[in-house]
């Protein structure tokens, strides 16, 4: 637990003063990036030899139907996680909204796998240990990619790893069931998250230059708005986390012109090598 | 037992974002509540790109030039192209710059305008729009029907306001933005090669013709 303190706590060394250095620097700030890509490369060869195939075959062979109700159905088990999360960050309606969907789905929607709530307009939340630490001003720490699992920052890991030893539904299924039923949830909802978003990503790894930087990316920002539950941005702020600068990207450049004015001849003549 | 994979939610939203966008553009509208001649516009942009793109009975080459109309049309595809390049963009010769941009688009169009083909046709919602103090800029704030029991995806569209005319510069997906992601791909390998602006061009090259044999041989 220190090792993992000192991680979520230590600032580093090379922060940069600059502002917009330092902005760069938190956005692709990645310490263990040789370990990471490490395990990304590990991870898409898996995907491609396992996961994607079975998604593939999920979806050919399970009717549509059948899919959404599992889908709800494993949405259904997190809810505990989400109404105790939701408490801890003083988000009483999302508490609110998750536990009525809890309660009807379960009575109404045979157990969970039919979504009865969304269909009467219980809007559905997620929230996770990870974010309730996020809220109460716990540093993100490392970027961290874990085999099979993908990636997440440490404070996701942590959160995580609490979330699933404490969730009931989760020790209901072990102990009613055993480690195999828990096992089968845990691979059914690779299947049916992988299923859901085939055609997305074998897009972006194909058209992507760096995969890894791309989904690294897209998880930092994916994640950011789901730690401020996708808030938007209040009245007309330019601060707000919705708009980027485009007119102060730091270039010396007229952003209006048809095309860029030449860069100095000799950076020119050292990236033309 | 509880366990989602971590990436189940992790991955799954942060690719699912990106890659949503893809459909984004495309979107038919359902009846619009926004009054902003800005949300118009989108509103515009979605009702002409799913006429045009998903069209079943066009070519895949008809499909892609009418994708890049629609893109120079409505985006600031030069304004994105450097925001992409990040600290580099001023490394670049106009040369490297014009050559950028063209590569850039291309990949754009060979990425995104085949998935219109077996389009759907999920409507956006158009909620409501925000700006700058300047009101250089605008925000317009969506929500797309993603149709398979999940609950609705945020989109967002920022676009540029130029005088009386607009321009998107970037479109986010739950919080995701394409450009700071494009960006962070793009730096990534010129941090990798030097700050290399001819190395970056050279496996853009490459990765358009790949994706053209790609779509020749589908």
Not at chain 1, 172 to 183: D, L, N, S
Not at chain 2, 126 to 136: A, F, I, L
Not at chain 2, 151 to 173: E, M
Request: charge should be negative; proline fraction near 5%.
């Amino acid at each position: 637990m220190a090792f993992i303190a000192a991680l979520l706590l230590g600032g580093c060394a090379t922060r940069p003063t600059d502002p917009d250095d330092l902005a760069y620097y938190l956005e692709t700030r990645d310490p263990l990036e040789p370990y990471n890509r490490a395990i990304f490369q590990f991870n898409e060869a898996a995907d491609k030899v396992v996961l994607r195939p079975l998604a593939v075959g999920y979806s050919t062979v399970v009717p549509k139907g059948v899919r959404i109700g599992i889908h709800n159905f494993l949405t259904h088990l997190k809810s505990p996680i989400t109404i105790l999360n939701a408490l801890l960050q003083g988000e009483g309606v999302r508490a609110r909204d998750t536990f009525g969907r809890f309660l009807t789905n379960t009575i109404l929607g045979l157990g969970g796998f039919i979504d009865v709530a969304s269909d009467a307009g219980i809007p559905q939340h997620y929230e996770d240990l990870g974010q309730t630490l996020a809220v109460w001003g716990v540093e993100p720490g490392p970027y961290l990619v874990m085999p099979l699992m993908g990636p997440a920052d440490l404070r996701h890991w942590v959160g995580f790893g609490i979330d699933s030893a404490i969730n009931p539904s989760g020790y209901y299924i072990r102990t009613e069931y055993g480690m195999e039923a828990a096992g089968i949830s845990a691979g059914l909802s690779a299947v049916d998250w992988r299923s859901a978003n085939l055609k997305t990503i074998d897009e972006l790894r194909k058209s992507s230059l760096d995969f890894y930087a791309t989904v690294r990316s897209g998880y930092r920002q994916r994640r950011a708005h789901e730690i401020r539950n996708g808030r938007e941005p209040e009245g007309d702020s330019a601060d707000s986390p919705g708009m980027i600068d485009f007119d102060n990207m730091d270039m010396d450049m007229d952003m209006n012109s048809e095309l860029p004015p030449a860069g100095s001849p000799e950076q020119g003549q050292m990236n033309a090598q | 037992m509880h366990n989602n994979f971590m990436f189940h939610m992790t991955r799954r939203r942060a690719i699912a974002a990106l890659g949503g966008a893809a459909l984004a553009a495309g979107l038919a509208r359902q009846p619009a509540r926004a009054s902003g001649t800005v949300a118009k516009f989108i509103e515009n942009l979605g009702d002409r790109a799913i006429l045009q793109l998903a069209d079943s009975s066009i070519s895949e080459s008809e499909r892609e030039s009418r994708f890049r109309t629609i893109l120079n049309d409505s985006f600031d595809v030069v304004r994105i192209s450097r925001f992409v390049l990040g600290r580099y963009a001023r490394g670049a010769t106009r040369q490297q710059m014009a050559e950028f941009i063209q590569l850039y688009e291309d990949v754009v169009v060979l990425t995104y305008a085949h998935l219109f083909a077996s389009y759907a046709g999920q409507g956006f919602k158009v909620k409501r729009e925000v700006g700058d103090p300047g009101d250089r800029y605008k925000l317009v704030l969506t929500e797309v029907e993603p149709g398979n029991g999940r609950p609705p995806i945020k989109l967002d569209w920022q676009v540029k306001v130029n005088g009386g005319s607009y321009a998107v510069v970037d479109i986010r997906v739950e919080g995701a933005s394409m450009a700071i992601t494009q960006r962070e791909e793009y730096t990534a390998v010129l941090d990798k090669n030097g700050g290399d602006i001819a190395d970056l061009l050279a496996q853009l090259r490459a990765k358009a013709a790949k994706l053209r044999a790609d779509r020749a041989n589908s």
